[in-house]
Structure formats: structure tokens, C-alpha cells
């Protein structure tokens, strides 16, 4: 009885020791926030406004930028100082990452790019839902694109 | 004169389409800037879509589907946005190694419910950089971690900036 009863408590143990070993993963719930360092982040901040993204606050670190309803953020901030902005791009496949804001107006967006004097502006178009999304590099070669609003129906945005 | 003006914004009014726009309308139209409303989709560009996503599933992102070209897209907790990894230009090469996290031009920051889970399968997975960021301000910090080809994700905790409504 003493036997069974120890052999029991061995099994209980044995499972909890393995269920605790595989933890679930970690869920991904959102990217809120995106980063841009450069070597002059005031003056690189002045692209962007002049984009139409409205600063909440500048000063000569940069400036963190809310976007609408506060839905998230640009932050443009100091770079590394033996660090450089990486080189000028010929498309928009060239560089890691690459985030995709929403808009609600790409024609103006586009004209105010080129007014800003972009480096680079490359339109895509999808072949299976027919948006184009443009891709836009700054003064410092850093590519954002931006695509019309509820341009994936996949995902759920404000 | 005048009664000739006021006749004119008179017809306009009724017959010229409803609405007088007076020229100050039309600079406000054409500079109206563009609202920006949400970053729901991350690109990240690698030589080998198929190998680089092993790495951010082992991150415990979880792969919704892989397209024929072999783009693999990864959807957030409640399709609140995407990463997508794509292939780079034939002719271009991921970044090299960074000693540190403000090297990077671009840093897109997730936001996850378990961060000490994401840095133990960082470590797990060989991530060549982790390095943990802790704010002045507020009792947070982000980890900010390198994929094998040297990109650099942040991950903070989940609602971790109270000025942004976040899912």
C-alpha cells in the first residue's frame, strides 16, 4: 500500500516536472512602436513632419511622433555616435526592416514626399488585391512605406 | 456692385453646386496633411525567408502561412498586425554585426505578454545580440534582440506606454 502510494506520487511528479519544462510561448500582441536613430535626429525629424506626422515633443534628442488616436509611435533618436545611416537604395527590397504605416491620404503623402526631397519613391501594387503601397527613404536613406488605410483584411487595425 | 456680388453668390449658391469655396478652402484642401493611423505590417528582408523565420519561431511567433515565393507571414495575437519575411534583392546582404542596440536605423518594437520567455528562447536560439534597456522614468525595461543575420527587434511588456492604446 506504502509502495503504491510512493509510486503514485513519482507519476505526479514526473508529469508536473515535464509539463513545467515545455513553457507555452510567449504571445505577440502588437508592434507599437518604431524606432529611427541617426546622427541628426532634429534636423532628420523635419522630414517627417514635413510628411504631415505631428511631434508631441522635439527637442534636440528628436522627436517622439504619436500617430493618430495615439495608435502608436515614431520615435527619432540619436544613433551611436561612431555609427552612420546606412547608403543610398536603389528599391525597396534593399534594406532588413521595413515598417508599413497606414494612411488616409497616399496621393498627398507622395507629393509631400517629393516636395521633402525623398530619396527614393517606389510604388508596389499587389496582384491579388490591387492597393499600392509606396515605399518612401528619407534624407537619410532609412525606407518606410505606407499604404492606404484597411489596406490588409487580414488584419484588424483602429 | 454690390447687389450684383450678392446675386452672383446667390446663383452660386443655388445653381453653382450648393457650397460657396472661397480660395483659402482650396490651400487648406491641397495641404491638408495625411492622418497616420497604425504600423500594422513589419517587412523583414533576408537572403533565406525559410531559414530566417526558424529563428522567430523559436521566438514563439507562430507562422500563418507561407506563400509560393517562400515569404513566410507571421500574424500577432488577434491579427492586431503581421511580420512578414521576404527576400532581399539578389544582389544586397543583411547588416553586419552591432555591438549595440542604437546602431540600427530602424527598430520596430513588439510587444509580448512573457518577455523573460522571449529572452531565455532568444538565448536558446543563439541570438547574437540581447540587450536589455531600462527606463528612467517608468519600472520597464525592453530587450532589444539580434536575429542570426544581425536585425534588431525591441520587446517590451504588453500596454507598456500608458500614451498608447494598443490591442
Known amino acids: 500500500m506504502k509502495r503504491r502510494s510512493w509510486m503514485a506520487a513519482f507519476a505526479v511528479w514526473v508529469c508536473a516536472t515535464a509539463a513545467g519544462a515545455q513553457e507555452p510561448p510567449p504571445l505577440y500582441t502588437s508592434t507599437p512602436t518604431v524606432l529611427l536613430r541617426s546622427p541628426d535626429p532634429e534636423k532628420l525629424a523635419e522630414f517627417y513632419l514635413a510628411l504631415g506626422f505631428k511631434a508631441a515633443r522635439s527637442g534636440d534628442y528628436g522627436a517622439i511622433i504619436y500617430l493618430e488616436n495615439n495608435q502608436g509611435s515614431l520615435e527619432i533618436l540619436k544613433m551611436d555616435e561612431g555609427t552612420q545611416p546606412g547608403g543610398a537604395k536603389t528599391t525597396r527590397t534593399q534594406q532588413g526592416v521595413v515598417a508599413i504605416f497606414e494612411t488616409t491620404d497616399q496621393a498627398e503623402l507622395v507629393r509631400r514626399a517629393k516636395e521633402a526631397g525623398a530619396t527614393l519613391i517606389e510604388r508596389w501594387t499587389s496582384s491579388e488585391r490591387g492597393h499600392s503601397i509606396y515605399y518612401v527613404g528619407d534624407w537619410e536613406n532609412n525606407v518606410f512605406g505606407f499604404a492606404p488605410r484597411y489596406h490588409n483584411p487580414n488584419i484588424k487595425v483602429p | ?167
Open chain 2, 1 to 167: 456692385m454690390r447687389r450684383f456680388e450678392l446675386a452672383f453668390v446667390l446663383c452660386f449658391t443655388l445653381f453653382g453646386g450648393g457650397t460657396l469655396v472661397s480660395a483659402q478652402d482650396v490651400v487648406d484642401a491641397t495641404q491638408r496633411a495625411p492622418l497616420f493611423t497604425s504600423t500594422p505590417t513589419i517587412l523583414l528582408r533576408t537572403p533565406d525567408p525559410a531559414n530566417l523565420a526558424k529563428f522567430y519561431e523559436a521566438l514563439g511567433m507562430k507562422i500563418a502561412r507561407v506563400s509560393e515565393r517562400g515569404s513566410v507571414f507571421i500574424y500577432h495575437e488577434g491579427n492586431s498586425g503581421s511580420l512578414e519575411i521576404l527576400k532581399i534583392d539578389e544582389n544586397t546582404q543583411p547588416g553586419g554585426p552591432k555591438t549595440s542596440r542604437t546602431q540600427q536605423g530602424v527598430v520596430v518594437i513588439f510587444e509580448t505578454d512573457d518577455l523573460d520567455e522571449v529572452v531565455r528562447r532568444a538565448e536558446a536560439a543563439g541570438s547574437p545580440l540581447i540587450e536589455k534597456w531600462t527606463s528612467s522614468q517608468a519600472p520597464i525595461s525592453i530587450y532589444y534582440i539580434a536575429d542570426w543575420e544581425n536585425n534588431i527587434f525591441g520587446y517590451a511588456p504588453r500596454y507598456h506606454n500608458p500614451n498608447i492604446n494598443v490591442p
